[in-house]
C-alpha cells in the first residue's frame, strides 16, 4: 500500500502545474504562520511565583531575582558556563593590593527611558543599600567596601562610602580588605544600578 502512495504521490509531482501549485500553497502557508507569529509576539517565561520586590536594594527572593536579571545588568553579569563577562562595564581593573576597582562603562547603556546609565546610577544605588534607613536582607554582600558597615550602622553618613563616579563612564570601587568574591557580587541585583529618580 505504501508502495502504491508513494507512486501516485511520485506521478502527480511529475505534472508541472500540480508542482507549482503545491509550492504556492506551501508558500502561502508558510506566510500565514509567520504573519501570526508576528501578531502574537510574546515572551513567556514561567517565574514560579509573584515576585516580593522588584527594588534591586529590596528584592529578597529568587522571583524577584529572575525577573529583575530580565530588567536590569550590572556592572557584570554571569555567563552560561558560570563565569563572569562584561555587563554594563566594558571593562574592569583591579589593583595589586586587591582593594581598588575601576569599571569603564558602555556608552550606548540606557536607562528605557532614553537617559544614559552612568556611573552616578550605581553610586546611588550602592548608596540606597547601604543608607541604615533601607531594608536590605541582602545589603551584607556588599559589606567589602569601604565604610559599608559604618554606614549601614548609622555611623558614618553614605557620602563616606569608598564608592565613586569619576565621571559620567568610570566608576571607582575601595574595598576595607581584598575580597576575591566581589567581582561575583557586583553580577548580583544587590549591586543593580538605579535611576536617580527613584527615591527612598
Not at 504521490?9 to 507549482?20: C, D, E, F, Q, W
Not at 503545491?22 to 509567520?34: D, G, K, T
Not at 527594588?55 to 530580565?70: C, I, K, R
Amino acid at each position: 500500500m505504501a508502495h502504491l502512495a508513494f507512486f501516485v504521490l511520485n506521478h502527480l509531482l511529475m505534472k508541472p502545474l500540480v508542482r507549482s501549485r503545491l509550492a504556492l500553497l506551501l508558500l502561502i502557508a508558510a506566510l500565514i504562520s509567520c504573519d501570526r507569529g508576528m501578531e502574537q509576539s510574546a515572551l513567556v517565561r514561567g517565574n514560579g511565583g509573584d515576585p516580593g520586590s522588584l527594588d534591586p536594594a529590596l528584592a529578597e527572593d529568587v522571583h524577584a531575582f529572575n525577573v529583575l536579571a530580565d530588567l536590569y545588568e550590572g556592572l557584570l553579569r554571569t555567563a552560561a558556563d558560570g563565569s563572569l563577562e562584561s555587563g554594563a562595564a566594558r571593562s574592569w581593573s583591579v589593583s595589586e593590593d586587591g582593594r581598588h576597582y575601576t569599571f569603564d562603562l558602555h556608552e550606548e547603556a540606557r536607562w528605557s527611558n532614553g537617559d544614559p546609565v552612568t556611573a552616578a546610577d550605581f553610586v546611588y544605588a550602592m548608596k540606597r543599600v547601604a543608607s541604615a534607613d533601607t531594608p536590605s536582607s541582602y545589603a551584607f554582600l556588599l559589606r567589602p567596601i569601604l565604610n559599608f558597615g559604618e554606614i549601614k550602622s548609622g555611623l558614618l553618613p553614605e557620602t563616606e562610602l569608598g564608592v565613586r563616579a569619576i565621571d559620567d563612564r568610570t566608576l571607582a570601587i575601595t574595598l576595607t580588605e581584598p575580597a576575591s568574591h566581589f567581582l561575583s557580587v557586583l553580577a548580583m541585583p544587590i549591586a543593580y544600578p538605579v535611576h536617580r529618580s527613584i527615591s527612598g
